[in-house]
């Protein structure tokens, strides 16, 4: 991955006007056979031309897995990677078959059947002999058959390897200490077992009241998938995944290849019929596991155990925290560890991202709801982000979520900054997500795009640009690339603009990277409550809603960890830590913390005048506590923060740097950050449909600068006491300004909108043809209503419509067209006027002429009407295609 510019570097202009591969948008190549040169060299063109900085290849599920690493797949891997490094893309290794990282599309576990992932599985009952039986994965099967076949040989989910880890004998209610539970593992064992399920049996009776838990450990027999607690298992891996790569690209490696990028790497989330208790999923198992447990919990394994599915005394919520806490490490180290150790070793740069339960969603899990994230590694982000060399999150479809900001802030906690947002979109009008969004307009993706960069990222992830567009009149998801979480946006007929986007949404992140953000609020990250605690537990939502609040107020935040606190510094009221300086920390309905460190420094904190707020549940456990302590805060809110609460409270905060307001009920997205030499940065981006303004005030006045994304300029503008920002529909403007000593009584107004005479407008409704196509024949349209109403209802590409108007009087001419989906390109008189792929679609015509003139738009859909027909895709109407709106010309007020 490329390194980042220096600070020095950073502050001239150059890397705005041209921004690097950091900063431009990136995206998976899907690859679904292996592609000829030519075509490699096509394609590679394409993305570099349409402004992709970086491309990751990926073989996905339409590839038959005996082609995935084979001699002609590496041969084409290295001159794709030639070809990228001649036309001046970066390349990064998508490490393994479709996604899930470590199966190396099931060839680690080829004659390596110890390397499969093994997990435990346990039963209650009060009875002496119990069963494990029906078990299965829920979270694989939701997404179809290929999938599973993929997964599991023969698509079959079958075990081996019996073997009783833990029994215990304990009363059925109300367990008040652990000296009720007793440990009688060496009486029980596994009597009969087949593939699917085993029987075991306790040389004993359980009496009256008691019951019988027992944790029993099974080898899958046909999943590909690793046992992630097994460091052999990431070196084998290695070895058959990712050598063979690198040793194929030879000299490619570090440039254009610098990086290498793991997926979502998780083994099962298994159910099975005797399912109880806290715990939602199998846990992995190995036989380091138990010693593990047993140093970071001071108890033996079996009774740690028991912790985690029941309430064993008032010790349950520290045994659970520091279980999953031992367990999240030996993963990360025999998995992230190894890789890391690796990529290192071979001088490439380790990135990617986890399985993030939060993606799509503001709420802690409230995306991936069915899975219990603690078997995997899905919980201790910060953890996890410290083995990586740069940090990488995914995000799914275009609504404001938690990710970027999350991995924003692990990057600060672990010295450097940003991240790589992945962003994938999944079917919203149909069950079968996979279908994806070919309904995607390129307005859509810049606007998700922006608001991931005031976010926190710093590049914008594309999942994916296609080899091929699929087959024709075949739904079927995943083996027909057509439905693979589509779009392939290089199949998308507003494709030809994408460059517009890849320029101005790179420009902004270079803007962002000149300053460090402020934020005046710190989350802190209950990560011994997730644990503790699990998925569904108010920490999770309160999280939400303390971000949602936030961002409403237009108050910025980062998350922190307790470490992040316990090497924090603390200086007039400000607390200093992840290289930011906050005012407020939070505390979201967080039970369990890992250390009283974190209790001593929130209360230097607060003694030094900071504020410490908190909402929800109630401190209950300090896991190094050897008594309950309480938390000293400045406000505790008992219900769900509302917004009402959050602005009461950051009312109560010292206002730093310029202030920005926004009086609308709906208000623009905004970004602020601070230079060392006394500058500020200041991003703002309606992303509605409506005109939003913002008011800047600073001191007593200030300077201004203003940076044009879109055409990367910089325009230096007059000193200001007060400055009123009209952002139209989608407008972006991003600023730098600084306090200047002297005051200063000049009112600014900024607007991208040209001053026009409507009283003058010439509506262009009637005698408009129309032709689907270059080669098409003309024919009368409406542009009042879309063509997919008018006789073209599954046309998706490019469609001319053409005008002969009358010009009057000569004057400086606007044309407007009030709505286009998506895309238009205007001409006029055979000259090229403009393109645009977003709203306002405003072009300016220069003064024309009395007389005629030849008027024509070139407007470009979405691929859906094309590629939903035939399916059960396409939802309850077709999408709207072309102008909806008669075009206006209007002239400039002289």
């Known amino acids: 991955m490329e390194q980042i510019r220096t600070e020095q570097d950073i502050g001239r202009r150059d890397l705005f006007e041209n921004p690097t591969a950091a900063f431009r948008p990136s995206a998976y190549w899907f690859w679904h056979s292996i592609p000829a040169e030519d075509v490699c060299h096509a394609q590679l063109a394409d993305f570099k031309q349409k402004g992709i900085g970086t491309i990751l290849i990926q073989a996905r599920l339409a590839m038959s897995r005996d082609d995935y690493l084979s ?120 009597v009969e077992s087949d593939r699917t399920s085993c029987s075991y049996l306790f040389e004993g009776v359980p009496d009256g009241g008691q019951v019988l838990t027992v944790f029993v450990s099974a080898r899958s027999r046909t999943s590909r998938l690793i046992n992630y607690l097994l460091p052999e298992a990431a070196e084998r891996f290695i070895e058959v995944g990712l050598d063979p790569l690198i040793e194929a690209l030879g000299d490619l490696v570090p440039d254009p290849v610098g990086f290498v990028f793991y997926d979502q790497p998780a083994a099962g989330f298994y159910k099975w019929s005797q399912i109880s208790g806290d715990l939602g999923n199998s846990l992995l198992y190995a036989p380091t596991l138990p010693d593990a447990v047993s140093r970071g919990t001071g108890e033996t394994f079996a009774r740690a155990l028991l912790a985690l599915v029941g309430d064993v005394g008032p010790e349950t919520l520290r045994l659970r925290a520091q279980f999953y806490a031992a367990y999240s490490a030996l993963m990360n180290e025999a998995f992230s560890g190894t890789l890391r150790r690796w990529a290192e070793g071979r001088g490439i740069v380790l990135t990617g991202h986890e399985i993030l339960p939060h993606v799509s969603s503001w709420s802690l899990n409230g995306g991936f709801t069915s899975i219990d994230p603690r078997v995997a590694l899905a919980v201790d982000f910060f953890g996890i982000d410290a083995y990586r060399h740069e940090t990488a999150v995914d995000s799914n479809n275009f609504v404001a979520q938690l990710a970027p900001k999350l991995g924003d802030s692990v990057a600060r906690s672990n010295g450097r900054s940003r991240c790589v947002v992945e962003t994938y979109a999944s079917a919203e009008r149909t069950p079968v997500r996979a279908a994806g969004q070919w309904e995607l307009t390129l307005e859509t993706m810049r606007a998700q795009a922006i608001r991931l960069h005031c976010l926190g990222s710093r590049q914008f992830l594309w999942h994916g640009v296609y080899q091929t567009d699929g087959r024709d009149d075949d739904p079927t998801p995943f083996s027909n690339p057509r439905f693979d979480f589509g779009p392939g946006i290089n199949f998308e007929p507003w494709w030809s603009y994408h460059d517009l986007f890849a320029e101005e949404t790179a420009r902004i992140s270079a803007f962002i990277e000149g300053a460090t953000p402020r934020t005046p609020v710190a989350i802190l990250y209950p990560l011994h409550t997730a644990f503790a605690e699990g998925p569904r537990h108010s920490h999770a939502t309160h999280i939400g809603a303390w971000c949602k609040g936030l961002l409403a107020e237009g108050c910025d935040f980062m998350f922190v960890s307790e470490a992040d606190l316990a090497t924090a510094t603390i200086e007039n009221g400000h607390l200093r830590a992840s290289g930011l300086i906050f005012d407020a920390v939070v505390l979201p309905s967080v039970t369990v913390l890992e250390t009283t460190k974190t209790l001593q420094t929130l209360a230097v904190f607060k003694a030094a005048g900071g504020a410490v707020w908190s909402s929800g549940d109630s401190l209950s456990a300090v896991c190094d506590g050897i008594t309950r302590e309480a938390v000293e805060v400045s406000m505790h809110i008992e219900r769900m923060p509302g917004d009402g609460d959050v602005g009461a409270l950051l009312r109560s905060l010292r206002s730093t740097g310029p202030d920005v307001a926004c009086h609308s009920v709906d208000k623009p997205w905004q970004w602020i950050g601070y230079e060392t030499d006394g500058w500020w940065r200041i991003v703002l981006f309606n992303d509605g449909s409506t005109e939003r303004v913002s008011e800047i005030s600073f001191g007593d006045g200030f300077e201004c600068e203003v940076w044009s994304a879109t055409t990367g300029t910089v325009n230096e503008v007059f000193a200001f006491e007060h400055l009123t920002v009209v952002l139209g529909p989608q407008d972006v403007r991003c ?107 405003n072009f300016a015509l220069g003064r024309l002429t009395p007389g005629v003139h030849s008027l024509e738009l070139h407007v470009a859909n979405t691929a859906a009407n094309r590629y939903y027909k035939n399916t059960p895709y396409l939802g309850d109407s077709l999408d709207k295609s072309g102008l909806a709106a008669a075009p206006k010309l209007i002239p400039l007020t002289n």
């Open 71 to 190: 001699p002609p797949f590496l041969d084409a891997y290295r001159v794709a990677a030639g070809i990228a490094g001649k036309l001046g893309l970066k390349l990064g290794i998508y490490d393994d078959y479709n996604w899930i990282s470590g199966h190396a599309g099931g060839r680690t576990v080829v004659d390596r059947d110890d390397l499969r992932e093994r997990h435990l599985f346990w039963s209650s009952s009060g009875e002496a002999r119990g069963e494990i039986s029906g078990i299965h994965p829920p979270f694989t099967r939701t997404m179809g058959p290929d999938i599973v076949a993929w997964q599991y040989e023969g698509s079959i989910v079958e075990w081996c390897q019996w073997t009783v880890e833990a029994a215990l004998l304990h009363p059925s209610v109300g367990i008040d200490s652990l000296d009720q539970v007793v440990d009688v593992t060496a009486r029980t064992f596994v």
């Open 735 to 841: 600023l730098r300004l600084r306090q200047v000593p002297e005051t200063v009584a000049r009112e600014g107004h900024l607007s991208d909108q040209p001053v026009v005479d409507d009283g003058r407008a010439v509506p262009l409704v009637d005698d408009w043809s129309f032709a689907p196509g270059p080669d098409a024949d003309f024919v009368p349209i409406s542009v009042e209503t879309g063509w997919e109403m008018q006789g073209f209802a599954d046309f998706s590409g490019t469609g001319i419509y053409r005008l002969t108007l009358e010009i009057g009087d000569e004057a400086d001419w606007v044309l407007e067209l009030p709505a286009v989906d998506t895309v238009v390109t205007v001409r006029l008189d055979d000259r090229q006027i403009g393109r645009r792929g977003w709203r306002p679609y």
